[in-house]
């Protein structure tokens, strides 16, 4: 069972926006800007598309967006494409009992 | 641009230690205020951090692996490695290594392409 909760999948169509959320508690998502988001391709490493809640990395493209309200963060994806079809995985630290990184269990966004 | 790569035994008898070492190369390992990670990924499954090192040795654990792990920098070879201890068929799968930035925040930004894992006797 992961720390960070996520729904197992999300979908939508060319051009659509989608929203994956991630809801943690006060000890991770919610204690902390910290939340990050990456990207994996079936086969392939994981690609960080969003740090700290809401930054992109250089070379991200700007239809990926972050925030984050209380205990749940949330990715959201506009103008859908057919390459943005993978998994996704949200991350945050945690001090729960030691200061540590935590992900969520994943969501696979397919584009119909 | 800086690459990472993961290199080790493909196969790892129960109750032994499995090692793995990450090369860097396109940068010196010590440059920047970076860390320096595993995270491993069974089969079908979610990512699962296992801990992270900077150059100062300074670690941080997952308390699930924690009394199992040992993360270890080598400048010198511009590498740093893994170490699991008592491994068992659970610990199978594909670990990856990653440069990470920012102390508290930040993120993962470079990974190794991944190696395969299986504990088998």
Redesign the interface.
Known sequence: Q?ALTQPASVSGSPGQSITISCTGTSSDVGG???V?W?QQHPGK????M???VSNR?SGVSNRFSGSKSGNTASLTISGLQAEDEADY?C?S?TSS??????????TKLTVL | QVQLQESGPGLVKPSQTLSLTCTVSGGSISSGSYYWSWIRQPAGKGLEWIGRIYTSGSTNYNPSLKSRVTISVDTSKNQFSLKLSSVTAADTAVYYCARGFGVFGGGMDVWGQGTTVTVSS
Request: hydrophobic share 25%; net charge neutral.
């Open positions: 992961s902390y800007n910290y990050s990456y490493a994981p690609k960080l969003i740090y700290d990395p995985y991350s630290y009992s030691t200061l540590y990184v935590v992900f969520g269990g994943g």
